[in-house]
């Protein structure tokens, strides 16, 4: 029974660390632009939020650097895709380059010291005492539980608010939102700029609550998870949620079994989640079964009034 | 916004090799100016920096021979991912074909039958460029079929191979009586050989890649293939149109790519650190990605523009001692690949400085 609470407690606890990066790009992705520099960006906010904790001792600073940190960078990623009008794949490649470099390189005073200041598990009262689930669920720390406010904020907005309206129309048809005298350019630099602030949160999870050091490169391919999720889960946060839970699991359930099977190596268990990446992906938007996607249709596409 | 209309940008007609040459320059100065306040920022004086980087690793005959010998890894990962950009596919998976192939180039030589000298290094060569195609493969045929992502299964497949690639070179492959993780050393006779031209020392490796270019350059230019590539690349409803077969192509593209990445891995395998290492690849399968850009998918660009990278990434050790991170290549690839990008626009759009009350 212990293994299971801890495979799934440790699974709600994964799923959260791409989860906020997951919300990030789907919003982003809702409006038209695919960042692909997921990835770098998680490590920057990974590293801020490392570097600010290590100094000043004061978390909650520390988590405000981080989300001037990811605006920054979304503010960069909007200036080249929306100003610009630049390859949306190419800058989110730059965006990868750069947050990989920028934060080994700004991050290699403290790299490997312990920070000892995280993000604690705070037991919620009443909840936490429930058999199982209360240790699964309500026995985390401070950023899974805002999470859990946020994933429902996050459905309700996109189809339930004109704002969301607005959103799904903008993903879909630009023109359109632009002859009804809506600002395209202004609403695109705003869910880049969320998107970014929330995948460099995702970083300082991994930093700041999962660990508690900095490692260059150390979120190991959780941007890309959460980049592929987006897309398996059809842009929704519902389903972005379970398909992450599904990651979580798979990836702590090579971690737990690890010490029960030591022939195996222990390289098998740690490369399941990619393969798990492929083949959800290949399942989930191969186009062999369905012809309909949700897929944004302007998706990648700069947005250029001259051309309309 | 009779204001905003003072200075309005034109979409240019005509493309320039010269403006393409002028605008990237400038854009690559400016973004060592911002590289620049970074290393100020961590503590060490930029100046210095780069002065020690242009006398040490890109003027001296030593620096040159390392330079070019680093070139060699990011030189074919480059070729094969601009081969893949130009048809518009995203293969970031360079890295791990790169590992793939050395994979399989090691399994030739420490497992396979005594070949050595210059037929064994063909052997191995052929299966470095086999492991890597085979590789991409992967990621190519749900691609070609399916139409899923190839970005989001390449990178995956980069960390799949790097940890084969680490299990390997710890544990069954290991050199006995080693700590780190490192298999034994290559036969001698297999060493890419090096010749002198006035006093550097010039791998052949690099006339390997030269040659590879001038090949990837004439397929483009005088074949069937490269032709139905062109149009592929330009316009992928007329290629059907045309009954060119996308995914056959697909699947070329990204075997050759996944090949070239493999050949990296031998490049460096044989030519520079021969023996596999743990962590081989090292980032060359990403900084390929910007060398590529910076390249403009041109073949020759591409080797130029490696060797250049081949220098940047040597500086590290150079600048290390000034109390420089070892992080600064990659950051400083970085800033110039968003400086490049943003300087981009101005080849595609010129400033309009247009009269009062004509706007």
Redesign the interface.
Known sequence: MNLIVAILSGAVVYAVSVLYAGIGETFTERSGVMNLGVEGIMLMGAMSGCVTAFHTRNLALAMLIVILTGAVLGLIFAFLTVTLQSDQTVCGMAMLILGTGLSGFLGEDIASKPINLKFTKIPLPVLSEIPIIGDILFNQNLLVYIMYLLLPLATFYIYKTRWGLKLRALGENPAVLDAAGENVFAMRYGYIVFGTTMMAISGAFVSLAQTNVWQEGMTAGKGWIAFALVAFSSWNPATLALGALLFGFISNLGSNLQIYLPGVPTEIFSAMPYVATIVVLIISTGNFRKKHTAEPAALAKAYDRESR | MSAMNKFRFE?REKQSALRTLIITAVSVLLALVCCGI?IFS?GSKPLKVYETMLTQVFLSPTGIKNMLRSSLPLMFCGLGVALTFKMNL?N?GAEGQYAAGVIAGGAFVLFGPDIEGVPGMIITALCCFLGGAIWALICAI?KA?????E???T???N??AL??L??LCL?PWKMPRQNTGMTERIPRSMDIPEIMIGDIQISVGVFIGIIVAALIYCAYKYTTGGYQLTVISKSPKSAQYAGISIKKNILMVMSLSGGLAGLAGFMQYAGVAHRIVENMPNNAG?TA??IA?LSRLNPFTVVVVSILFGGLQNSTAYVQSLGV???????????I??FV??G??FQRYRLVIAKEGKA
Do not use: C
Request: proline residues 4%.
């Open positions: 979409k970074l961590v995203n970031i749900p079929y399916w139409g899923v992502n970005s989001i299964t990178l995956m497949m960390y799949i940890m084969i680490a299990y544990g990403y990605i910007v850009y991170p070892s992080q600064i290549a990659t950051m400083m690839q970085g800033v690949m968003i990008i943003a981009d626009f």
